[in-house]
């Protein structure tokens, strides 16, 4: 196989890169441009006119798309074939929202009704809690849940509860535990009452050392207030694929949910890593989280490359990354219960695409995925946008909105909406040299001082972005949007040639930090390592500096 730089599409697309009029030029001449760059699917808009492409662009990367294969690889996905090839899995959180009645064989196995059957059992403990069938072990109903994981069992839960605040139940409290460090859960224990709270344990393994450190001092602070081991099972519960050592840790099986390998723990809020989700918003709520979802899944699995939302997305993002150097991607979302997204987003980009391997283990020979980061607007405009506009890095840019507020109020959403899309206009055109200088011909400033001051006024635009809108922030315009970023992540490692789907990156930070660990407890000093490692074990044993 032709490596990918090398390849005629690849070639073209250098050639095109240095050929490209100022996206001012482009909006200038074609009055239709919004018009043909920008398509709804599943309850969302994406305005990609703001882009630097035109259509011979644009076809130049749906050709490079096709070259790499993507339609059949997106159809190898949702069948259930082992893409994920260095662990020799199939990677199927779609099968997660395929709807009953469904086939997705793993192994010749369909799956569906397994996953149906966990939905049902979710539906049944999410019912016994929020109705108050489910007492603590003093007779009292249970108010708080602390949620304990990390990585995808708990930056996934956690924004989206978060994100689907308006359609809270009102009836619990959910608090996130994820950090080994004590602080995290000890300020959390002090919120919650121990009769009246329930401990939800994910970790596939049963044995995360984050998780599971987490999760045994709080049941030390449970059994420290009086209750006994006998009551664990009426406040602990758990998502693992190891019954075992949660039965052995005291949690009834019945209140153990399974997960799957062909999950990965950054696309697992669909499964019962969800669980959160379900408990705070109600089975409804979640199950339209899941079928928005599913639309996307189907869009994406049937719409023609050039008319696919995250096949447009991604390839966009190749654009930059290989033909401009654009080392980040910022994601802006212009709603308050968004505010969370761009770190999920993170994860789910970063941890996939961050590889300098091909699938047949060749080191690659061009730029994988960039760094993703972003925040609130309209904060991040007195903050970061700065760099955006006049820095000298080139940052694709994600704008995300609703059209329609939950918490209608004055000309607040006015304003709001009145920022995001100034923004994306002034990312895309800039102010020139001219323009600032007249924007000071009124002003008392001497002629010298005018041009000065221009000069540092002037932005050149032709900064790129995209503007995502809803009409109103759902279940189902969430999980669109969750799966479009999904989707869109996948997109780039086709045409990277790299495998999104395992993270060997962060086990050897974990085989390490075990070892490191060890030496922190030893009765001797840490002479073994590289002297850093070695100094900075040994101040930790001191406990001064």
């Known amino acids: 196989m032709t490596r990918l730089t090398q390849t005629t599409q690849w070639q073209e697309l250098k050639e095109y890169s240095n050929n490209l009029p100022h996206m001012r030029e482009l909006f200038a001449t074609d009055s239709a441009r919004f018009d043909k760059m920008s398509l709804k699917a599943c309850g969302l808009l994406l305005d990609y006119s703001k882009n630097r492409v035109n259509d011979d662009v644009l076809g130049k990367l749906f050709s490079l798309a096709r070259g790499c294969e993507l339609e059949s690889r997106i159809r190898a996905m949702f069948a259930g074939d082992i893409i994920n090839n260095t662990e020799k899995r199939a990677v199927l959180h779609t099968a997660l929202r395929a709807p009953a009645g469904s086939v997705v064989n793993v192994d010749g196995v369909n799956v569906v009704p397994e996953v149906q059957a966990t939905l049902a059992k979710i539906e049944a403990f999410v019912d016994s809690i929020t109705s108050g069938k489910w007492r603590g072990y003093t007779g009292k109903a249970i108010t708080d849940i602390v949620s304990i994981g990390i990585g ?37 224990l002090k919120l919650v009452d121990p009769e009246t709270t329930l401990f939800l344990m994910s970790s596939k393994s049963f044995g995360t050392q984050e998780t599971l450190t987490n999760t045994l001092s709080a049941r030390d602070w449970f059994l420290s207030t009086g209750a006994t081991q006998a009551d664990v099972a009426k406040h602990f519960a758990a998502v693992t694929s190891n019954v075992a050592k949660a039965t052995d840790f005291g949690i009834d099986a019945e209140n153990i949910f399974p997960m799957w390998d062909w999950v990965g723990g950054r696309y697992s809020l669909w499964s019962a890593i969800g669980l959160p989700i379900a408990l705070m918003v109600g089975m409804d709520n979640y199950r339209a989280l899941l079928a928005g979802a599913r639309a996307m899944d189907e869009h994406f699995t049937s719409a023609p490359l050039e008319q696919n939302m995250p096949v447009i997305m991604g390839m966009l993002s190749v654009w930059y990354s290989n033909f401009f150097n654009a080392q980040s991607h910022v994601v802006l979302t212009y709603d308050h219960y968004l505010r969370g997204l761009p770190a999920y987003f993170q994860q789910l980009d970063m941890e996939s695409n961050g590889k300098s391997v091909t699938l047949g283990g060749e ?35 994600d704008f995300i909105m609703p059209l329609q507020s939950h918490n209608p109020l004055g000309e607040h959403h006015a304003q709001l909406a009145s920022n995001c899309f100034g923004q994306t206009q002034a990312l895309m055109q800039g102010r020139t040299f001219e323009e600032a200088l007249a924007e000071l011909a009124s002003s008392k400033l001497s002629d010298a001082e005018k041009q000065l001051i221009a000069r540092h006024k002037v932005m050149d635009g032709n900064k790129p972005s995209n503007t995502l809108l809803m009409d109103k922030l ?42 490191v660990l060890a030496r922190l407890g030893a009765a001797k000093e840490a002479t073994e390592l590289d002297a850093s490692s070695n100094a900075l074990i040994n101040l930790f044993r001191q406990g001064h500096i």
């Open 152 to 188: 995808g069992s708990f930056l996934g839960p956690k924004i989206v509860t978060q994100a689907l605040r308006p359609y809270a139940n009102g009836k619990l409290k959910c608090h996130f535990v994820a950090n080994v460090d004590a602080t995290s859960l000890v300020e959390k």
């Open 363 to 397: 080191t690659v020979d061009h730029a994988t995925g960039p760094v993703i980061w972003g925040g609130e607007g309209t904060n991040g405009q007195h903050a970061y946008h700065q760099l955006l506009h006049q820095g000298t890095a080139l940052i694709p840019a």
């Open 474 to 515: 759902t279940p189902a315009t969430l999980g669109a949007l969750i799966a479009l970023y999904e989707h869109r992540t996948f997109v780039q490692g086709i045409i990277w040639d790299i495998n999104s789907f395992d993270q060997w990156g962060v086990e050897l930070g974990k085989t390490l930090g075990n070892d």
